[in-house]
C-alpha cells in the first residue's frame, strides 16, 4: 500500500483564487511529520510547511496552510490567493516513527496551473 | 548561505560508462540523502547518511550503486557500469537533527540540491 497518496494528478486554479491539494497518508506510528515541497518547471524541490502528527493547530507559513484531518489521515495543502508563479508541482511527505529524524516518503504529486 | 551543491548538472553518458555524482552538504547538516526522480516512479530515496554514516541503503537498485561519504562535506553516488534505465534526475539533499526532541519524529525539512539530469544512451 502506498504511504502516501496524492488522487490528483493535475489541478487548475484561476488567479487570486484559492486552492486545495489533497493528501492521505498510512501509517500506524503514532509519531509522524507531514511535508509539503513545490517543484516549480526549473527543477529544484522547494520547502513549504511542516505539520507534526501532535500539533494540535494547523500549520501556517503565509498563504500556505495545512488542513489536517488527523482521524482521515489526511495533510491538504491549502494556497490562497493563487498567483501565476504557484505553477509547479506539488509533493506530499511524510516522516515517520518516534524519534527519527531521516528519510521521507514523497507522494506522486499534483501538477497545479494558474491561470491568468 | 550556500545550499546543497551538487554536481554536474547535467550528464550524458553512454551505457557501460562509470557515472559519478557529487554533493556538497549545507555545513553543519547531520544528515545526507540521495533521491532518484523519475517520471514513472516518482521520488524514491536510495540512500541517507547520518554523521557520515550509511542508515539506509535498502533503496540502492543494485550493486551497480555505490554511495560514499568521506567526510560532513561530500558525498558521490557511482554508478558503474551505467545502463539506459538509470536514466534519472539524482537529488542530493541534507537536514539538520532537531535538537531537544525525544519521543517525537524530527521536524526537520530536506534542503535539496538542485540535481544532476543523467541521461544514458
Known amino acids: 500500500a502506498q504511504k502516501i497518496t496524492q488522487t490528483q494528478p493535475g489541478m487548475f486554479v484561476q488567479e487570486k483564487e484559492a486552492v486545495t491539494l489533497d493528501c492521505t497518508y498510512d501509517?500506524?506510528?503514532?509519531?509522524?511529520?507531514l511535508f509539503w515541497y513545490k517543484q516549480p518547471s526549473s527543477g529544484e524541490m522547494i520547502f513549504l510547511i511542516y505539520?507534526?502528527?501532535?500539533?494540535?493547530q494547523n500549520a501556517t507559513e503565509g498563504r500556505y496552510s495545512l488542513n489536517f484531518q488527523k482521524a482521515r489521515k489526511s495533510a491538504n495543502l491549502v494556497i490562497s490567493a493563487s498567483q501565476l508563479g504557484d505553477s509547479a508541482m506539488y509533493f506530499c511527505a511524510m516522516r515517520e516513527g518516534a524519534g527519527s529524524q531521516g528519510n521521507l516518503i514523497f507522494g506522486k504529486g499534483t501538477k497545479l496551473s494558474v491561470k491568468p | 548561505d550556500a545550499g546543497v551543491i551538487q554536481s554536474p548538472r547535467h550528464e550524458v553518458t553512454e551505457m557501460g560508462q562509470e557515472v559519478t555524482l557529487r554533493c556538497k552538504p549545507i555545513?553543519?547538516?547531520?544528515?545526507l540523502f540521495w533521491y532518484r526522480q523519475t517520471m514513472m516512479r516518482g521520488l524514491e530515496l536510495l540512500i541517507y547518511?547520518?554523521?557520515?554514516?550509511?542508515?539506509?541503503d535498502s533503496g540502492m537498485p543494485e550493486d551497480r550503486f555505490s554511495a560514499k561519504m568521506p567526510n560532513a562535506s561530500f558525498s558521490t553516488l557511482k554508478i558503474q557500469p551505467s545502463e539506459p534505465r538509470d536514466s534519472a534526475v539524482y537529488f542530493c539533499?541534507?537536514?539538520?537533527?532537531?535538537?531537544?526532541?525525544?519521543?517525537?519524529?524530527?521536524?526537520?525539512?530536506?534542503?535539496f540540491g538542485n540535481g544532476t539530469r543523467l541521461t544514458v544512451t
Open positions: 539533499a541534507s537536514s539538520l537533527a532537531a535538537r531537544g526532541q525525544t519521543g517525537v519524529v524530527g521536524n526537520s525539512p530536506l534542503h
Open positions: 505539520q507534526g502528527s501532535y500539533d494540535e
Open positions: 501509517t500506524s506510528d503514532q509519531s509522524y511529520g
Open positions: 547518511f547520518n554523521n557520515n554514516v550509511p542508515i539506509d
Open positions: 555545513s553543519g547538516h547531520d544528515y
